[in-house]
Nanobody, 123 residues
């Protein structure tokens, strides 16, 4: 079982910055891709940014140039630096982690979600 603990959300004014962090723990063979999603009221959950274990990244067009994803493989953490925040960035943000794990001689891929953390951008 993997646990994800998110931190760093809160209230920020338009144009401000926040940094979200997610710490993963658990007995797995490896933590693979890590990412951040968000879900605004009345909207579907959307992928914002993802990073592979090798450090390759991809971003949604809506956050490209403003948000930066990074990870620390030694600590199994993934972070999202959010700059130039806009009111439309208000949402619940979720950490997502893909794993490779196994038991009883079997190995398999799995994915886990954090509980979500609220980011509010408002003056």
């Amino acid at each position: 079982q993997v646990q994800l603990v998110e931190s760093g959300g809160g209230l920020v004014q338009p144009g401000g910055s926040l940094r979200l962090s997610c710490a993963a723990s658990g007995s797995v063979f490896s933590f693979n891709a890590m990412g951040w999603y968000r879900q605004a009221p009345g909207k579907e959950r959307e992928l914002l940014a993802a990073i592979t274990s090798g450090g390759s990244t991809n971003y949604a067009d809506s956050v490209k140039g403003r948000f930066t994803i990074s990870r620390d493989n030694a600590k199994n953490t993934v972070s999202l630096q959010m700059n130039e925040l806009k009111p439309e960035d208000t949402a619940v943000y979720y950490c997502n982690v893909d794993t490779w794990e196994g038991a009883d001689g079997y190995s398999y891929a799995n994915t886990y979600w954090g509980k979500g953390i609220l980011v509010t951008v408002s003056s």
